[in-house]
């Protein structure tokens, strides 16, 4: 069945690892975007694409970087560069409009 | 640019009627989304608004007033499963392709 699926779950780093988060969608949706996720907080774009080979930044783009060499596929690397990693981050899918979201990371760097 | 104000927190009780408000400030937008996200969970979709009224989908409905710069949404006959954050967001002009969220109303539902 179609969805978004994101993986790990759970995922505990050291400071000034970089660390990659996947996502893969199987909705034949063109746009995919990440978007970061702090308690008691919305959600926050960091980056988006609209089709393969292309992306933008979102509005917290800094010490983050993203790949779209597959429509299925927009993986998220946290760098050393990042400040505050530690967050939720959730990833989303469209065509136009309405985003289907997976199931997010929980990432920790301590 | 775009500012959405939600309140951050409501508390309601099992099987009455809440409405949570969104306001906006922003030259335009295509469309207003509203989400609902359980703790530690993706937000699902719940209803999108493009002309101004009233959209209803069985317990849910939401409502949108572009002059006013006005949304909401109505949960109806409470349930306690409906304690979650609601999210509102808009569809900027610039880009159909994004969503620029609210911080979202975490809604309490008490027996």
């Known amino acids: 069945d179609g969805g978004i699926t994101q993986s790990p779950k759970y995922l505990f780093r050291k400071e000034g690892q970089n660390v990659t988060l996947s996502c893969e969608q199987n909705l034949n949706h063109d746009a995919m975007y990440w978007y970061r996720q702090d308690p008691g907080q919305g959600l926050r774009l960091i980056y988006y694409s609209q089709i393969v080979n292309d992306f933008q930044k979102g509005d917290i783009a800094e010490g983050y970087s993203v790949s779209r060499e597959k429509k299925e596929s927009f993986p998220l690397t946290v760098t050393s560069a990042q400040k505050n990693p530690t967050a939720f981050y959730l990833c989303?899918?469209?065509?136009?409009?309405?985003?289907?979201f997976g199931p997010g990371t929980r990432l920790t760097v301590t | 640019g775009q500012n959405i104000d939600q309140p951050t927190e409501m508390t309601a009780t099992e099987g009455a009627i809440v409405q949570i408000n969104c306001t906006y400030q922003?030259?335009?937008?295509?469309?207003l989304f509203w989400y609902q996200q359980h703790a530690g969970e993706a937000p699902t979709f719940l209803s999108y608004?493009?002309?101004?009224g009233l959209e209803e989908k069985g317990r849910f409905s939401s409502f949108l007033s572009r002059s006013k710069g006005y949304s909401y949404l109505l949960l109806k006959e409470l349930q306690m499963k409906d304690s979650a954050s609601y999210l509102c967001?808009?569809?900027?002009?610039?880009?159909?392709?994004?969503?620029?969220f609210g911080s979202g109303t975490r809604l309490l539902v008490r027996p």
């Open positions: 608004n493009v002309l101004d």
């Open positions: 967001a808009v569809s900027p002009l610039d880009s159909s392709y994004k969503l620029i």
């Open positions: 989303a899918s469209s065509m136009l409009g309405e985003q289907y």
């Open positions: 922003t030259s335009g937008f295509n469309g």
